[in-house]
């Protein structure tokens, strides 16, 4: 295994709107270098997250539906390959390495630099959370949908399932949680947005309010201490109709526990916007994705745990659209590697993956991985 931990250097050039990161940066290293320049990346929502993982499989957060993926607003990467090459990807130097990059991950090769396109943002954001206690779940996610039609693409919402851990003071019960970030300067329309749902589905407890980005990004660390263990799966899908919304409040009324924790984001916008064949992330139509995942300690109850996930998956797996989210996905014994990725990625995707691979690590040194097997491999 390669420690790139000590690697975190940030360089900021406000003026081109230009962020260079080094591999073991987290999102709350880079978080801290930009917004003092009034800019930021668009990364992921637990601020000790990997910028390089996160980046490399997609990099889905508070301003996606603005700005993208965390791959989307990458501009070019440094590489090292499996042969020591030095190698330089962007939309002119290696284009295809790049493309690979966006969404295959670190399959072919060791990204040692970053360079992102920053976005402006505001001194204080606006962000909130409703809660919302079971019985008000589907009436919730139906009147969220139709408030999710056509919303700016300045709001992100992202709903999630849970029983938070006791310190955060929500009692031992399963909350639905809507929570959003308008990133716009002028709050006014995102406050009437958050008046707008506030109207159709009234929420049991809520806070809203203008925060700064650094705290709204650490805002939910508590829920994964380090060390957690976990298990993930995810689908996208389009349609969150009354038949999709009783399958999922059917299995969600049983999380009793703290460990299991299930996101909807809403996708579309900027996201949506970018063509399928752009990078390797393998679907930009999809309305929804959903993320079932672990954050249990105990050992002792890997089993179960990893049970319920697979059956939750298996439930929503009718309204499945194509592609996975590499960075959603939890280690599977016993699955053909080559398969795995087709699935992962689509046959022409997939296709233009091995051919890099061939290219750049035809004797597969970086495996460790939700591997792309060479064509020889
Ligand atoms: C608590 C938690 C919160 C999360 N929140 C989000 C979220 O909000 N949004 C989201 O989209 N995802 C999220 N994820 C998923 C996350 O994107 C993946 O777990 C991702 O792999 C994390 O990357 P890392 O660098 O931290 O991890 P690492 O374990 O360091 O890396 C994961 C993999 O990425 C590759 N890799 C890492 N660094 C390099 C490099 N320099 N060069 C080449 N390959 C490299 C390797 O294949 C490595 O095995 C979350 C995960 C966790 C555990």
Redesign the pocket.
Known sequence: MLD?GGLRGITVDARRLLVTVE?GATLADVDRATVGHGLAVPL???SG??V???T??????WLTRSCGLSLDALVSAEIVTAEGEHVRASEQENPELFWGLRGG??KF???SAFTFRARRLPPAILGGNFFYRHPRWKEALGAFDRWATGLPEEMTPIISFLVFPPEFGLGDEAWMVVGFAWAGEDHRPGLDLVEQLRGAAPPDEEEVGATTWLEWQAAMDGV?PRGSR?YFKNLSFSRLDDDVIDVLVGFLSEIAWTGTGIDLHLMEGAFGRVPEDATAFPNRSARYWFNIYGFWQNPGEDARLTAFTRRAYSLMQPSDEHGQYV??MGAEAGIDAREAALQTYGPGAFDRLVELKDRYDPLNLFR??HNIPPSRG
């Open positions: 790139l591999p992921g929502v637990i997250t990997g390089a993982g996160l490399l499989g997609g990099g889905m957060g991950g670190g090769g060791v990204v994964f976990g960075n959603f460790r991985n």
